[in-house]
């Protein structure tokens, strides 16, 4: 049974920073990634990794968040620095490509 069990969000000012992390269990993927959903928008791409570090991220991230992976503890990292009130939204994390698994979401709240 495939889980995935974020953690890591939660209000913070403008200009801070936040890591989110992402734990899989019950099978490897060779992509992970992190999504965004903000009220009243759709899910949106943040940042993806692959198994052999190929990283790729959404143009409105870019410089100010770093994803990275632990492979033998099969968890995916978000590092959020220079955030803004813009990056508010809940952050989901995302396993495989084909047919992927989503994890169940966290709250990031960034303050003017």
């Known amino acids: 049974q495939v889980q995935l069990v974020e953690s890591g969000g939660g209000l913070v000012q403008a200009g801070g920073s936040l890591r989110l992390s992402c734990a899989a269990s019950?099978?490897?993927?060779?992509?992970m990634g992190w999504y965004r959903q903000a009220p009243g928008k759709q899910r949106e791409l943040v940042a993806t990794i692959t198994s052999g570090g190929s990283t790729n991220y959404a143009d409105s991230v870019k410089g100010r968040f770093t994803i990275s992976r632990d492979i033998a503890k099969n968890t995916v990292y978000l590092q959020m620095n220079s955030l803004k009130p813009e990056d508010t939204a809940v952050y989901y994390c995302?396993?495989?490509?084909?047919?992927?698994?989503w994890g169940q979401g966290t709250q990031v709240t960034v303050s003017s």
């Open positions: 019950g099978y490897f993927f060779d992509v």
């Open positions: 995302k396993a495989g490509v084909v047919h992927p698994y």
